[in-house]
């Protein structure tokens, strides 16, 4: 089929296969110019590992540091009438990429909180790297990004929410269907909607996974796992940090140092990473954060400092996570964020905030760079790929 983007909202609902094989041979390319990473990852599990930064974080483990990877995603395959979904194609075509490179990789397709894909990941953990001599897993990468969690003992659905919590905001935003900046105001969540945020998007099932995987025996000494946070500053903070997502990241800290005092005899080194706000599946769909990320993208190009999903993961792999006793804040976490949050690019970023109407945007922001990001992430925009011709949308893996 010829396969055009299909952009709704803030979402899109197709895919292209050689574009998004085109997006994992780029960030392949990059983490292969940048040379190995220092201390090498053997045998990585990455829990949302097909797009976004769990996929950056797989394609580092493997061509930065020659690891076995073993992912679990949630993606739509393709139909005889769709495509499937952008996570299915970057996963078939980093499958094929580590065979082609004599890397070990296998993906597990469903729900990460569900009981069934825990269990499917130890039996295939068990048989594909303990028996087969690879060792135990030595980095957890747990990258979800989810709108919902069915918890799996009581079989209740809890959805997470974007509100703000204490007092309701208004702010800019930029709507990406309308292509308008205006104001918008956003209710304050009750109780229920932090509580259910925190159980969807909190510590919890990172707790989880990391109970099962060593009940099997199957950490290593000194096994370094992650989570992913966002922080940002003022103009971000109504929204994400001090809203409902920020209480659940909040929660990610509880949960990394519960990690850290429950599995002290194995050394666990258990972390919250706080990364850079980038274009990402999870990240368009938050109010705010495309204006923020458009004006973002514009300071940060303009002072040279820009960086996406894989620079920021490879710097992450090669600085921070995987050393001896990496800097962190004082809250324990390790911070790839810095550049961002700074006060002279904040302080840029807050100074054309109040400026920026509908007609002036497109000077004063990046929002081309943002929409470039955000199709590519869908396969769409990339030089050299054929967007005229007939594809094959049913690929397997
Ligand atoms: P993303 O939407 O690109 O990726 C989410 C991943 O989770 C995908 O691989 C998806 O298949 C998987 N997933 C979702 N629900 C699942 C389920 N039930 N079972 C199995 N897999 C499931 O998201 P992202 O932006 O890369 O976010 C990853 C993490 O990084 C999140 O914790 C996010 O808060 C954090 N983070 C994002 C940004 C940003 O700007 N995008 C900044 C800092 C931190």
New binding site residues.
């Given amino acids: 089929m010829i396969i055009k983007a299909k952009v709704r909202g803030f979402i899109c609902t197709n895919a292209h296969p050689t574009g998004c094989a085109a997006s994992v041979s780029e960030q392949i390319a990059y983490v292969k110019q940048q040379g190995e990473i220092a201390n090498r990852p053997k045998n990585v599990l990455v829990?949302?590992?097909?797009?976004?930064?769990?996929?950056?974080s797989r394609i580092t483990s493997a061509f930065a540091a020659g690891a076995s990877t073993l992912?679990?995603?949630?993606?739509k395959e393709p139909s005889e009438r769709k495509t499937g979904?952008a996570?299915w194609y970057n996963t078939a075509a980093f499958h094929q990429q580590a065979k082609n490179a004599e890397l070990y990789a296998k993906t597990i397709?469903?729900?990460?909180?569900?009981h069934e894909?825990k269990n499917q990941t130890i039996d295939m953990i068990k048989q594909d790297f303990i028996e087969s001599g690879k060792g135990k897993i030595d980095l957890v990468v747990?990258?979800?990004?989810?709108?919902?969690?069915t918890d799996p003992d009581t079989g209740e659905t809890y959805m997470s929410t974007l509100k703000p919590v204490g007092a309701p905001v208004v702010s800019k935003t930029f709507d990406t269907s309308k292509k308008i900046v205006h104001e918008i105001s956003l209710e304050t969540a009750n109780q229920d909607e932090i509580d259910n945020t925190i159980k969807v998007?909190g510590g919890e099932d990172w707790q989880i996974w990391i109970k099962v995987l060593n009940d099997a025996g199957l950490l290593a000494d000194n096994c370094v796992t992650s989570?992913?946070?966002?922080i940002g500053k003022e103009l971000t903070q109504p929204i994400y940090g001090k809203a409902t997502?920020g209480k659940a990241?909040e929660d990610?800290d509880r949960a990394s140092s519960e990690l850290n005092a429950d599995y002290s005899n194995i050394n666990l080194k258990a972390y919250v990473?706080?990364?850079?706000?980038?274009?990402?599946?999870?990240?368009s769909a938050i109010p705010v954060?495309p204006l923020y990320?458009s004006l973002m993208y514009q300071v940060m190009k303009d002072e040279g400092c820009h960086e996406g999903?894989i620079e920021q993961i490879y710097g992450l792999f090669n600085t921070l996570l995987l050393a001896d006793n990496p800097p962190v804040d004082e809250d324990k976490r390790l911070r790839m964020?810095d550049v961002e949050t700074n006060d002279e690019i904040q302080g840029k970023i807050k100074a054309i905030w109040p400026n920026v109407t509908t007609e002036n945007f497109p000077e004063l922001g990046d929002y081309q760079g943002y929409n470039e990001d955000f199709l590519k992430?869908f396969g769409f925009g990339f030089d050299g790929v054929d967007y005229e011709a007939d594809v094959e949308q049913q690929v397997s893996w």
């Fill in positions: 829990i949302g590992c097909s797009t976004g930064y769990g996929l950056a992912g679990i995603c949630f993606e979904t996570g397709n469903g729900d990460a909180f569900s894909i747990y990258s979800l990004a989810s709108p919902r969690r998007m989570s992913y946070t966002y997502i990241k990610l990473t706080s990364l850079k706000a980038v274009v990402t599946q999870a990240s954060m990320i999903v964020d992430l």
